[in-house]
């Protein structure tokens, strides 16, 4: 399975510390070698990289963890693969342009006899994790239009993810740079930061940092993760089901869906 990561905050924030404790994943620490990407919103523009091969040893993925790119809303995504090669075109997190706004996606998880419905938006490579993003936005783009309210634009992104969850594992985020929706079945947890900022420190990593020196009394930074990345701090943990829509580093709307019988759940992870 691969793992997810993510940001949400109300200010331009670098995601170093998480993206290096990731990194560490993506064969070193975990198996997933497969192929990694990130995305960083700025404004309307996304700032983006990707590889097929391993973050763990990647100078590319070095250079994102000790560049301090600034973002309020970042995704990151380390593959491993289950379906469609290991390339370039198979690296998460997808992109897209809808209703003048580039939205990205990165999905964990595998469904069964999933068939995307022909549409606009068709995928490159052969994931199905690429399909269900364009059958997601075809759907959107055929329900909804670019001045649809975001209660309206959510309720829709809500049912379709009902709809994929009874199919199989459907760990979600989805973004188009103003906020962040994330649904899970097994795996997801978070955490939000705000002032008093304390030190945490990386799970797989030798790393520490002092939130409190790199932060304002004003900032707010949540970090979504399917396995918390520090050992440290209590993180927030999903329940199958349950979606979440960010923005500016808050929880804005929230709620559980249904869960199939014998839903998808994972054992509990601590902090």
Same mark, same amino acid.
């Given at each position: ?11 331009? !924030? ?36 990707? =590889? ?59 469904? !069964? ?38 209660? =309206? ?31 899970? !079945? ?40 399917? =396995? ?28 559980? !869906? ?14």
């Amino acid at each position: 399975m691969c793992e997810l990561l993510a940001m949400s905050a109300n200010t331009p !924030t670098d995601l170093c510390f998480s993206f290096t404790g990731l990194t560490r994943r993506g064969g070193e620490t975990g198996p997933h070698k497969d192929g990694w990407g990130v995305a960083f919103y700025e404004g309307k523009g996304v700032r983006a990289f990707h =590889e097929s091969g391993a973050s763990a040893n990647s100078r590319i993925a070095e250079v994102v963890q000790t560049h301090p790119i600034k973002s309020e809303v970042a995704i990151c995504h380390i593959r491993q693969a289950n379906v469609g090669s290991v390339c370039l075109a198979n690296t998460h997190p997808f992109m897209r342009e809808l209703w003048g706004r580039y939205w990205t996606f990165a999905h964990n998880g595998q469904l !069964t006899g999933f068939t995307a419905s022909p549409g606009f938006y068709e995928p490159v490579g052969g994931t199905d994790s690429e399909a269900l993003f364009c059958d997601i936005l075809n759907h959107l783009r055929s329900e909804c239009d670019r001045h649809a309210p975001v209660e =309206e634009v959510v309720g829709a992104l809500v049912r379709f993810s009902s709809g994929y969850s009874r199919r199989g594992i459907f760990n979600l985020l989805l973004s188009n740079g103003d906020w962040l929706f994330t649904y899970c !079945t097994s795996k997801l947890a978070s955490i939000t930061r705000r002032a008093p900022f304390r030190p945490a420190r990386l799970k797989d990593a030798d790393v520490t940092v002092d939130f409190e020196a790199e932060t304002t009394p004003n900032d707010i930074v949540s970090v979504i993760v399917t =396995e918390p990345l520090t050992s440290d701090e209590h993180w927030d943990i999903y329940q199958p089901g349950e979606w979440r829509l960010w923005q500016q580093g808050v929880v804005v709307l929230k709620g559980v !869906t249904e869960s199939p019988a014998g839903a998808h759940r994972a054992p509990e992870v601590g902090s």
